[in-house]
């Protein structure tokens, strides 16, 4: 609990909101950390924010014997507040984000950290794409080739993804506000090419 898990995500969320010297606002990155756990079967299903909430608690209640890195940096996070009760406090925050619901991107844009959870692969391919400039079908039809027999996780990473950015956003531009090579067609072109690799080599 002290090393990983959600009270290390939402207390690393709150140290950047201190750190931002008001750029950030805590209600609204818990409210993208919502969204974000609220939008994957996965993380729902092992830890919802109000069983975050909790564990929030439980680690208020241990903090003494927490490790030295986590209290300093429940510490670093709470400010002038003991760190105790700001993990209590932050728990109550937390489940006042979740009882209001899972906030519209047009409401709370998606950015920073939500961005690269959301879609770490296809953010991964921005890198490959800068060194080794291509089609973009391509690029990811060499990595299922690179991966395969083995490359069905991949696969489905990759097309989840694109499907998904078609979907959330479902505009000609797809994510290239975020991503200069995302546009509609680029997504459709991974999409695509899963296709094409699991009906020929599968």
């Known amino acids: 609990m002290f090393s990983d898990g959600p009270v290390v995500r939402l207390l690393d969320l709150a140290v950047s909101v201190r750190d931002s010297a008001g750029r950030l606002s805590l209600d609204t990155e818990l409210r993208r950390y919502v969204r974000l756990v609220r939008g994957d079967a996965v993380a729902r299903w092992n830890c919802s924010p109000y069983a975050a909430a909790g564990a929030l608690e439980l680690a208020a209640d241990g903090l003494g014997g927490a490790p030295a890195a986590f209290r300093e940096k429940a510490v670093r996070a709470a400010g002038d507040t003991d760190p105790a009760e700001f993990l209590r406090a932050l728990a109550k925050a937390l489940r006042e984000q979740d009882r209001a619901g899972v906030a519209e991107f047009s409401e709370i844009p998606l950015d920073g950290w939500e961005f690269l959870e959301t879609f770490p692969l296809l953010f991964g391919l921005d890198a490959l794409l800068m060194d080794e400039p291509g089609p973009v079908g391509e690029v990811v039809g060499t990595l299922l080739g690179n991966e395969h027999p083995f490359c069905t996780e991949l696969a489905a990473g990759y097309a989840g993804e694109a499907q998904r950015a078609r979907v959330l956003f479902p505009g000609a531009q797809g994510l290239r506000p975020?991503?200069?090579?995302?546009?509609?067609?680029?997504?459709?072109?991974?999409?695509?090419?899963?296709?094409d690799h699991m009906q020929r080599e599968h």
């Open 178 to 195: 975020r991503l200069s090579w995302a546009d509609r067609e680029a997504l459709l072109a991974i999409t695509a090419t899963v296709d």
